[in-house]
């Protein structure tokens, strides 16, 4: 009995059977009781430490489920051979202090952000709702593979409407972001086919896993340089053609042209079109989506919820050329789809009623406003700094002429807690540029805060 006469403080916010749980396997670690040793019966126990048997049973009971002693009906509980030292907790003094790495600024020039307060909450609400109910249990179950047929025929209608795009719910395959999509669009192709990509472009494509076969190609003001791409060994293209990002370049009607007889020439060539916010378009009428001109099937067209609705709802999609779709069914017929059925349905019941069109309605009618409130106060008090990429999209760019470089002006308006994003953060191969080159989102700036955030921004380029 001696060496099971252990100190247990009744005063200890940890539990009385926890405390005699440690004691007891601590023991039987260092070897101070021997294996094959028998225990003292609850009964004998409980009255030598002068607690209850309640607390006897459940020590035991969880040294007897984490292996330390065995149990033998009728005789009692032995002390079980130990092959390897276990785990021992260590014991810490202080917590440890994780930073987070969510920083919160003043102004934020995302370009990815949206206008938290223009979204229908009330509207969004009652359709989750109601689909929150005992008739709507067979969502609980797997989906279709490509997304919920619902969603995709909404979709499908919507693109035919806004984009005159032609397409029918089997071409159409729904993910969770651009970033999960495109390598499924890739694994459509040999391993070793080279992918073209724009040079700034999306900063979102996993380029470390296409090194080996990622082709930088220029930008110009009138879109990506197709002369390029045509002396490359490139088989596909990843291609923003109506918003070029980050520039904002609008690709020409005749390097449209010459980008779908590029794609006609060889079977194995492909063009990936990204449509990501082609919603919001503030001069001219909008841009014509390559998939709808395309009369060769060539075109795998995408795009995303992320700006129109929210970034968060994390629903994007792309649209098959037909002929690629048994190739597609036969390499992902394990696949199921990564959206959550319940978001799908809400969604598609929100555009099924015509929510969406007056939601996108009411946001552009928005976006112009923020968008045009920061062209005339850059160019009213800022006539120095050149500003591009301003006929579409929810940022711009802006070319500051300083003799310090890009990365002492982002580490600036840090310093004045603004966040704002440089050019340099979308290069794929060096590119030379006059000036310090910065995108300046506005979506997630109010409409009432954009003077100031400006007039902040530059004032901390200065000081």
């Known amino acids: 009995m001696d060496l099971l006469l252990f100190a247990l403080d009744k005063n200890n ?83 440890i202090s994780i930073p987070s790495p969510v920083e919160s600024f003043i102004f934020d020039f995302s370009p990815g952000k949206i206008d938290e307060n223009g979204f229908p909450f009330k509207i969004w609400r009652k359709y989750a709702k109601d689909l929150l109910d005992e ?9 279709h593979r490509q997304g919920e047929q619902e969603l995709r025929a909404q979709i499908a209608r919507y693109l035919y409407e806004s984009r005159r795009i032609h397409c029918n719910v089997e071409q159409i395959v729904i993910g969770s972001g651009t970033e999960h999509l495109l390598p499924m669009i890739l694994r459509l192709f040999q391993d070793d086919s080279k992918l073209a990509l724009e040079n700034p472009g999306y900063s979102a494509i996993p380029r470390n896993d ?86 060769n099937d060539k075109v795998i067209y995408m795009s995303t919820f992320t700006k129109s609705l929210m970034p968060s709802l994390r629903v994007a999609y792309f649209v098959l050329p037909l002929s690629l779709v048994p190739k597609y069914r036969e390499i992902f017929n394990y696949y199921s789809a990564t959206v959550p059925r319940f978001d799908q349905h809400i969604l598609a019941n929100f555009m099924k009623d015509g929510h969406f069109s007056k939601h996108l309605n009411r946001m552009r009618k928005l976006y112009r406003k923020k968008h045009d409130k920061l062209i005339t106060v850059l160019s009213k008090n800022y006539p120095n700094i050149m500003v591009t990429g301003d006929v579409a999209g929810m940022h711009v760019l802006i070319s500051v002429p300083s003799a310090l470089p890009e990365s002492e002006l982002k580490a600036r308006a840090r310093q004045a807690n603004i966040n704002i994003y440089p050019l340099s953060k979308y290069v794929l191969a060096p590119i030379p540029y006059e000036h310090p080159t910065f995108l300046l989102g506005f979506g997630g700036i109010p409409l009432e805060k954009i003077e100031e955030a400006v007039h902040a921004l530059m004032n901390s380029f200065t000081h």
């Open 210 to 295: 296409l090194q080996h076969r990622a082709i930088p190609i220029s930008v110009d003001e009138d879109g990506l340089v197709v002369d390029e791409l045509e002396n490359s060994a490139a088989d596909l293209v990843y291609i923003t053609p109506s918003h070029q990002f980050p520039t904002g370049a609008v690709l020409s009607a005749t390097r449209r042209t010459q980008l779908l007889k590029w794609a006609a020439q060889n079977p194995t060539r492909y063009i990936i079109e990204d449509d990501y916010d082609s919603e919001f378009r503030y001069i001219g009428k909008p841009i014509p989506a390559l998939q709808g001109l395309d009369q």
């Open 135 to 143: 008739s709507s249990k067979s969502l609980l179950q797997i989906g």
């Open 13 to 95: 916010d940890k539990p009385l059977y926890e405390q005699l749980y440690l004691n007891l396997k601590d023991a039987i670690i260092q070897k101070q009781i021997a294996t094959g040793t028998k225990l003292p019966s609850k009964r004998q126990l409980a009255e030598f430490l002068n607690i209850s048997q309640t607390t006897i049973e459940l020590s035991y009971g969880q040294l007897l489920a984490e292996g330390y002693i065995i149990s033998k009906p009728r005789i009692g509980y032995f002390v079980e051979e130990i092959d390897e030292l276990p785990y021992i907790e260590k014991t810490i003094s202080s917590p």
